[in-house]
């Protein structure tokens, strides 16, 4: 098993240390006696968080090492639970008023607690426990102890993916076969001689190291000279030298025995000399850093003779670090298929793909899906079963217990190892927020917006200068995903963003694995944790699966630190223990519950901490009142609900940063003294009073809006006023759009409605030239382009719009739009087929057009244009279905769809049999799909599970 390294630790500590700091820099460190005692922790603490941070650098950390850490990251959970009492309990001054209004509350505040001895007390209990762990790393004089209780080294597990016979390999011969093509043709080419990289990235365990050296094996016979090393975490230049000059069948005798004395510059010097004129392969396996290739590539001489070198690595920017040239090749290593994935399996077990007794097939369908089509797990998990009886009750055990085999078993050490490599490999920040995951279930799709929020509230993101707390967050989730740490899901948005990712079970393994043993978080699931066994105080507890016993398990903890609560498990609520119970939370999940609103939540008003609430797809029809009372909430999410009227007294909550609320919602009076609030998503205008639609204008700090407006739906007339009260209404909204200009904070803009009227008002409206995104979702169609879409919008670079038509000129005036990367036209009428010329659209990536009788694409339109969606009438069509995909050059997918009751089957097959015969005739070979729900495929493209 590999070596646990310290992460969480870190984590607790360093937010620890900046809020004391932050705490002796505001008003309650002027308070006399409590700015000395907060000195004392904050020195003291520095002082362990150093110690910790060097203990982190340890390969192997001595047990009494990581004991000691346990006790001070449990020592660090407590005193921030007491700081943040101590904040509450003074009411949380300074948030009006100025520096001596602030004091005189809190000195007010302290006289009624009884006086500053009580917490002067705390004060002096946690410096003693301070005193005690600190007394206990000296006398175990843990500085003087070895890093390693061991003197063994640990074999490579990577060496059998060296000698693999190709006989035992299921699923390599096609991308083998691939990348061996494309080496001998770049060969082959007599104007180009000049030395190719290919790397291949991917997920730890995928095989890349296999391939590799299939590919190795396949042409190495076309070379004067080859070499296969590697350089793994800690590259060795000098080793890795000596290595491939060890190799080098063209190297002269005279090299034999000398080269143990060489530096690394002699060595490179040596080994460009040997290459200089020889055509050579080599392999570089497993690169960790853009720093070891640069090493290591200079010892390989450009010299015009078709030279070939394959990497391998983890990080999709090493991997084009490596790949600087047009010429060389980024392979990303994909997962085995399902057919494949069986089929190693079964003759790994039992000879042959078609060896498995019917008994086992379900419990083997499980135990697959969990690997995940690792062919690493998929190797290590039928070595495990192959020494276990053929019956399906061991089978069922093995797939409960793979999280605990991965620790214990010895079968599966070297698939943990090399898990564990990537892990490891991660600074201390993005450990704690890869932690973090193991709150969420199996197979669980995590939004990313959702997850930066959660990181952000749990207090692992600062600052730093020049970037907003949720730019670091989502700086640490691109990283996370650059490491192969975690999966991207979905199609990757027009702007190259991702929206939404899962974690590899195993690698899910891992970090559930390491959580337990950091006390990070407390999963209570089939097979996952007994809480009668536990020691320890719960920290962030994740509900997936709970009965009568669990229920009474939990009602005996003590769960007064729990810091998040997530609940997936379908219908345990009704086991949940009051909120009253969960003091310390910060982050607090219901999502998707069914259930909810018969549970009681007027504890809620206790949670004082609370920054995150999610009660999104529940079935509640309200909000419970309590809510008004949570003054640190900065995140609220109730999309997907029936709710319509937010409590009285919302707007004091002024720390909210983010409403995501039902379409059925009406804005609450006093949303303007919201002034934190960044992005309000959902919010119904048209029912809401006119003043809260005046107050949405003094939000300038707004960068995110979306509200629905519909003038019949709601039957306005009889219940609000009649169509004088809705215009009021329009031109409240419409004030507050322009003030929202005027601050030039407004970057996204999306209007909704369901009929024809509500949206006329913004014919005459003047779009922000700083605006980003603007979305209309509705009945409503514009004449043609408004007079306010125009080039000097440099900033817009996704618009969806309905048009009546779109002419020449609008089309000209979209194609003059320098920043545009994203277009949805709905157009109402066209009796011809939509054709785009040759002009504009310079930086367009992805075009989805509903246009009536069909588009077509003239050479040279949209240079840029990967995504093409298609809708259209196919009705009467005597001109054929071509629509020139040929001429669009970066194109990778294409999808159609045609409007329900429109035109005959024939017609349907005719169309879609005539563009796939386009699609496959382009040399970019795009995927190609159907649409089913032109607009339900555009929402669900946006949403994600959690």
């Not at 290919?198 to 296999?210: A, D, E, Q």
């Not at 609560?565 to 969960?582: D, E, R, W």
């Amino acid at each position: 098993m590999a070596p646990m390294v310290v992460s969480a630790s870190i984590g607790v500590l360093g937010p620890l240390v900046v809020k004391l700091g932050r705490l002796l820099a505001g008003e309650y460190g002027r308070l006399k006696g409590v700015r000395k005692e907060i000195l004392a922790l904050n020195l003291e603490l520095s002082t362990m968080h150093a110690a910790v941070q060097k203990y982190a650098m340890l390969e192997d950390p001595d047990i009494q090492v990581k004991q000691w850490i346990s006790m001070v990251r449990e020592l660090a959970y407590d005193i921030e639970d007491h700081i943040d009492k101590f904040i509450h309990r003074l009411g949380n001054s300074g948030r009006h008023g100025g520096f001596k209004e602030s004091f005189r509350r809190i000195a007010l505040s302290l006289k009624t607690l009884g006086s500053r001895h009580g917490i002067s007390g705390q004060i002096e209990e946690l410096k003693a426990r301070i005193k005690h762990v600190k007394d206990l790393k000296n006398s175990y004089r843990l500085d003087d102890v070895s890093c390693s209780t061991y003197n063994h080294k640990s074999v490579d597990p990577r060496l059998s993916a060296l000698f693999a016979e190709e006989a035992h390999l299921v699923g390599v011969e096609g991308p083998r076969d691939d990348l061996v093509k494309w080496m001998v043709d770049e060969g082959k080419n007599t104007t180009r001689k000049h030395r190719c990289v290919l790397s291949i990235v991917g997920f730890g365990g995928l095989g890349k190291t296999t391939l590799a050296n299939q590919v190795y094996r396949k042409i190495e016979g076309d070379f004067d000279c080859r070499a296969f090393v590697s350089v793994s975490q800690k590259p060795d230049i000098k080793r890795i030298m000596k290595d491939v000059i060890s190799q080098m069948s063209c190297k002269d005798g005279s090299i034999e025995g000398t080269t143990d004395n060489w530096d690394e510059r002699r060595s490179i010097t040596k080994l460009r000399e040997l290459l200089k004129d020889k055509r050579y392969l080599i392999i570089i396996d497993d690169i960790w850093s853009t720093q070891a290739w640069n090493n290591v590539q200079c010892a390989f001489p450009e010299n015009n003779y078709s030279s070939r070198i394959i990497i391998t690595t983890r990080i999709s920017d090493v991997a084009k670090s490596c790949c600087s040239c047009t010429t060389d090749r980024t392979y990303n290593i994909e997962a085995l298929s399902d057919l494949h994935a069986r089929e190693l399996f079964f003759k790994r077990i039992f000879g042959s793909a078609d060896g498995c007794p019917d008994m086992l097939k379900e419990v083997s369908d499980k135990i697959l899906n969990k690997c995940g089509g690792l062919p690493l797990a998929i190797i290590s998990i039928s070595a495990l079963l192959a020494n276990k009886c053929t019956v399906k009750e061991e089978w069922e055990k093995v797939k409960r217990s793979i999280g605990h085999a991965l620790e214990k078993h010895q079968t599966l050490e070297g698939m943990s190892t090399i898990l564990s490599l990537s892990y490891n490999d991660l600074p201390p920040n993005l450990k704690t927020c890869l932690l973090y995951l193991s709150v969420f279930p199996e197979d669980c799709v995590i939004s990313k917006n959702s997850l930066l929020r959660r990181w952000i509230a749990e207090g692992f993101v600062s600052e730093e200068r020049g970037r907003s707390q949720y730019e670091v967050a989502e700086s640490y989730f691109y990283e996370l995903i650059n490491k192969s740490m975690v999966q991207p899901v979905g199609q990757v948005s027009y702007d190259g963003k991702v929206r939404a990712c899962k974690v590899h079970d195993m690698m899910l393994e891992i970090i559930i694995s390491k959580s337990a043993e950091d006390n990070f978080v407390t999963v209570v699931g089939e097979g996952r944790t007994s809480l009668s066994n536990r020691h320890r105080v719960i920290r962030r507890l994740s509900v997936q699966y709970s009965d009568n016993k669990l229920a009474l398990a939990l009602e005996n903890e003590d769960l007064s630190h729990v810091r998040s609560l997530i609940v997936t498990a379908p219908g345990c609520i009704k086991h949940l223990p009051n909120l009253a119970k969960f003091e310390a939370l910060r982050v607090l999940d219901f999502q998707g519950l069914d259930g909810l609103e018969q549970y009681d939540m007027n504890s809620v008003e206790k949670l004082f901490q609370l920054k995150y609430l999610s009660l999104m797809n529940t079935n509640i029809s309200r909000l419970p009142l309590g809510i008004v009372m949570l003054s640190d909430l900065e995140t609220l999410d109730f999309r997907g609900t029936f709710v319509e009227e937010l409590p009285d007294g919302f707007g004091q909550l002024t720390k909210l940063q983010h409403l995501l609320a039902e379409k059925r919602t009406k804005i609450p009076s006093g949303i303007g003294n919201m002034s934190n609030l960044r992005v309000i998503s959902n919010i119904n205008a048209t029912m809401s009073p006119a003043d809260a639609l005046e107050d949405l204008g003094n939000l300038t700090y707004l960068s995110e809006l979306s509200v629905y407006l519909n003038y019949g739906g709601y039957d306005f007339g009889s219940k609000c006023g009649g169509l004088d009260a809705y215009r009021m209404h329009e031109e409240k909204l419409l004030s507050s759009l322009h003030k929202l200009i005027g601050s030039c904070k407004l970057r996204s803009l999306s209007i909704y409605s369901s009929d024809s009227y509500s949206l006329k008002f913004l014919e005459s409206w003047s779009m922000p030239s700083a605006l980003q995104m603007f979305h209309m979702g509705t009945d409503y169609y514009f004449p043609n382009i408004p007079k306010w879409i125009s080039p000097a919008l440099t900033s817009l670079s996704s618009l969806n719009i309905n048009l009546i038509e779109l002419t020449e000129d609008g089309l000209r005036t979209l194609g003059e739009l320098p920043a545009l990367l994203d277009l949805v036209l709905t157009l109402e009428t066209g009796a011809n087929k939509f054709t785009v010329q040759g002009i504009g659209f310079p930086s367009l990536k992805h075009l989805k057009i509903c246009s009536g009788q069909g588009t077509y694409f003239v050479k040279g339109a949209m240079p840029k244009l990967e995504y093409l969606g298609l809708v259209f009438l196919p009705v009467g069509r005597n001109c054929g279905f071509y629509i020139g995909l040929a001429h669009l050059p970066c194109l990778k997918v294409v999808k159609i769809g045609f409007p329900p009751g429109c035109g005959t089957k024939p017609e349907f097959i005719s169309a879609t049999a005539a563009i796939k015969e386009e699609v496959h005739a382009h040399t970019n070979h795009p995927r190609f799909g159907i649409f089913y729900n032109w607009f339900n495929d555009m929402e669900m493209s946006k949403r994600a599970t959690r």
